[in-house]
């Protein structure tokens, strides 16, 4: 099989594990909020194939986002916010864990993987945040005063990010990072 065939064929499935990893990671909740899981093969697909295909996984999370219901909330608010804000965050959060790995990856492939663990997060967190502060901060004021917290940015900030990234961030250094560096080695076994 040539590599471009490996390619496509190792997007698809990436493409299917992000559908999957999304649908079934929505039960998942700590908070108000979903984790998502599904930067895990985003960014070992990005790691993978490249900057390109980081961007379409990450594409995919959000249109699997949108069509399973878990923006409902905020659907109801804001549908073309919600729409442009949920695309942009996924799409975004793969681009960047793969540039960033690829920038990375010759000098340490350790490093390379941690760095586009914590991207990824990161990238997807404050692409959400910056779609509530524009699309959101009315809605976000009432979750927030009917809370008992008058403060909406601290809200926005402690209840509906803080513990969520925290938790994301986490998962996702630790396991895209590992999964990452045993697939380089298999690479390399196979040379």
Do not use: H
């Not at 471009?4 to 649908?23: E, P």
């Amino acid at each position: 099989m040539n590599s471009k065939t490996k390619k496509i064929v190792g997007v698809g499935l990436f493409t299917a594990i992000v559908v999957v990893l999304q649908l079934l990671g929505s039960f998942i909740k700590f908070g108000t909020f979903s984790i998502s899981l599904v930067l895990i093969p985003i960014i070992v697909g990005a790691a993978l194939y490249g900057i390109g295909a980081g961007a379409w996984l990450g594409l995919v999370f959000g249109v699997t986002v949108l069509l399973s219901g878990d923006a409902a909330a905020f659907l109801a608010v804001n549908p073309v916010g919600t729409v442009i804000t949920v695309l942009l965050k996924g799409a975004l959060a793969g681009l960047c864990a793969g540039a960033v790995y690829t920038l990375i990856e010759k000098k340490n492939s350790l490093g390379a993987a941690i760095c586009a663990g914590i991207t990824a997060p990161v990238v997807n967190t404050g692409i959400f945040a910056i779609g509530c502060l524009i699309f959101f901060m009315p809605t976000i004021s009432e979750w927030g005063k009917a809370a008992g917290v008058e403060d909406a940015g601290k809200f926005l900030i402690v209840g509906v990010i803080g513990l969520n990234f925290v938790i994301e961030l986490a998962i996702n250094l630790v396991l895209s990072t590992v999964i990452v560096k045993l697939v380089g080695l298999g690479k390399k076994e196979n040379r």
